[in-house]
């Protein structure tokens, strides 16, 4: 049996006084513009926006809005992580106009909205190739850098400080619209001083933004972002259905997470995104049984801020088209919906259970292949259990 109280005493974390007072005990919903209704625009679109409200969503992250490059294009509509300009919506979403009244809508809804900022590449044949050739990592013949497979961008050279500067330009135009925050892509991969020196300039600017970033360097928090991926603890649960995590195994994992994180670092925690619905298959085809027990765990342990993405509220079993249309099947309210609505009424009632303060957290147990843990804060205490393996089952109380 394993019992321990986890003393949070972090490595680094955000500095004190940082985060937005409204992001406190909130829950996250990625949408994908182009799948989440048929017609895949901005005003269909809108047209969710009070079922996520009901259903206990807080705060909207849009997938790239931005126009998508055709040289070297992947599929028929291309990849929304190439973006030809950054000041423009993608035309297949609508216009500008369409994008206001969508914001709008939102706020109107209670929700706030954030965009997915792809600041480490554009398209090869984006406004920026063609004026700024000297903005952009190449290769001794001229050729762009290739990064990984992405053979459909182009990699911009991040200690360019004129490139630095017009990118905080962009930033702006959408802070000026009203977006309340950005999530970062391959933020990890990016030196940490870009981040720093832009977080520091546009919070100062725009204060009671929130930033999210795709990666889980400790370092990611000192630079200003509130929130990072808790991609560790994703791969860990990937695990749990072929056993290769145990109880003793997450308790360490959680003791772990508290040395390198302070109290006040948000921890996005999911059991499925955009990439791994695309790449890895659905939360079902990875965890089969599994996924309750997955999710219970990330709306309940020590930092989480919960992830939900496109199509996950209502139980979607199959792996959307990254490059093609392919629009999720929504046919109204079911059981799907009655469980993550369950966790988030859990989550939003309950301060124990907020990332974002300090709270006392305590693992209980690690008998039976079950951890049970207590998070308490103030007079408010949830004690949660979680069998980690067949039959799954959990009690929350």
Not at 36 to 52: C, D, K, N, V, Y
Not at 198 to 225: N, T
């Amino acid at each position: 049996m394993f019992m321990a109280a986890v003393a949070c005493k972090p490595v680094s974390s955000v500095p004190a006084g940082v985060h937005p007072d409204w992001i406190e005990g909130t829950t996250v919903y990625e949408m994908n513009v182009r799948q989440i209704t048929p017609e895949g625009t901005f005003e269909a679109a809108s047209r969710m926006l009070p079922l996520l409200k009901e259903n206990g969503v807080d705060i909207v992250w849009l997938m790239p809005i931005f126009p998508i490059g055709v040289l070297e294009r992947k599929g028929t509509l291309g990849s929304y992580y190439a973006p030809r300009k950054y000041d423009d919506v993608n035309p297949e979403f609508g216009g500008l106009k369409d994008f206001d009244a969508f914001l709008e809508a939102a706020h109107s809804a209670g929700l706030k909205v954030i965009l997915d900022w792809v600041a480490n590449h554009t398209s090869p044949d984006s406004e920026w190739a063609e004026a700024h050739p000297d903005w952009f990592l190449r290769n001794q013949d001229g050729s762009f850098v290739v990064q990984h497979d992405w053979t459909d961008i182009a990699p911009l050279d991040l200690s360019n400080p004129e490139m630095r500067s017009a990118m905080r330009d962009c930033f702006r135009f959408w802070l000026d619209r009203g977006v309340d925050g950005f999530r970062c892509d391959v933020a990890g991969e990016m030196p940490v001083d870009y981040w720093k020196e832009q977080i520091e300039i546009l919070r100062a600017e725009y204060p009671g933004r929130y930033w999210l970033a795709e990666g889980e360097k400790p370092q990611l928090h000192e630079a200003g972002f509130d929130a990072t991926y808790s991609w560790e603890l994703h791969h860990m649960l990937n695990g749990l259905d072929e056993g290769k995590v145990n109880a003793d195994t997450l308790a360490a994992y959680i003791n772990r997470n508290a040395g390198k994180y302070g109290p006040d670092a948000y921890r996005l925690t999911f059991v499925t995104n955009h990439d791994e619905n695309a790449w890895a298959g659905t939360e079902f085809e990875r965890l089969n049984d599994a996924w309750k027990a997955a999710c219970v765990l990330c709306w309940t342990l020590p930092q989480s801020q919960p992830l939900m993405y496109t199509g996950q509220l209502g139980g979607m079993h199959k792996r959307l088209q990254f490059f093609e249309k392919d629009p999720i099947d929504f046919t109204g309210w079911n059981s799907y919906n009655d469980f993550y609505k369950s966790l988030n009424d859990l989550y939003h009632s309950h301060p124990a259970l907020w990332a974002g303060k300090a709270s006392s957290f305590e693992i209980l147990s690690t008998a039976d292949s079950t951890i049970t843990f207590r998070r308490t804060r103030d007079d408010d205490a949830v004690t949660v259990s979680v069998q980690l393996c067949a039959p799954w089952g959990y009690e929350i109380r």
